[in-house]
């Protein structure tokens, strides 16, 4: 089984940013997709940003232009480049992978905070 860890998250000042980082335990050039979500307390978690096999990107309406999906296969790492940062991005960030062969796979998560 795929192990995915997160790091990168921490306490940052509205406008700021960081980079999280998802590194995987196995290839990840044969993943189906992968990407990040995110639960801010009290809310629904919701997609945040995916990145296929093929390349193709899906960013949700509210990080669209300040943040950047990407991945390395060489690495074995996903990466998610937060600009302009909001306090309402805070929350736990969560990696994910869609494996064919087993299926959704996440990590532990990382908090993201963004003070005002």
């Known amino acids: 089984?795929?192990?995915?860890?997160e790091s990168g998250g921490g306490l940052v000042q509205a406008g700021g940013?960081?980079?999280?980082?998802?590194?995987?335990?196995?290839?990840?050039a044969s993943f189906y997709a992968?990407?990040?979500?995110?639960?801010?307390?009290?809310?629904?978690?919701?997609?945040?940003a995916a990145i296929a096999r093929t390349g193709?990107?899906?960013?949700?309406?509210?990080v669209k232009?300040?943040?950047?999906i990407s991945k390395d296969n060489a690495k074995n790492t996903v990466?998610?480049?937060?600009?302009?940062?909001?306090?309402?991005d805070t929350a736990v960030y969560s990696c994910y992978a869609h494996i064919l062969s087993?299926?959704?796979?996440?990590?532990?998560g990382t908090r993201v905070t963004v003070s005002s």
């Not at 089984?1 to 860890?5: A, G, P």
């Not at 990466?79 to 309402?88: A, D, G, R, V, W």
């Open 56 to 62: 193709n990107i899906n960013y949700a309406d509210s």
């Open 34 to 48: 992968m990407g990040w979500y995110r639960q801010a307390p009290g809310k629904q978690r919701e997609m945040v």
């Open 79 to 88: 990466y998610l480049q937060m600009n302009s940062l909001k306090p309402e």
């Open 17 to 28: 940013s960081l980079r999280l980082s998802c590194a995987a335990s196995g290839s990840i």
């Open 102 to 108: 087993t299926g959704t796979q996440w990590g532990q």
């Open 1 to 5: 089984q795929v192990q995915l860890v």
């Open 65 to 68: 232009g300040r943040f950047t």
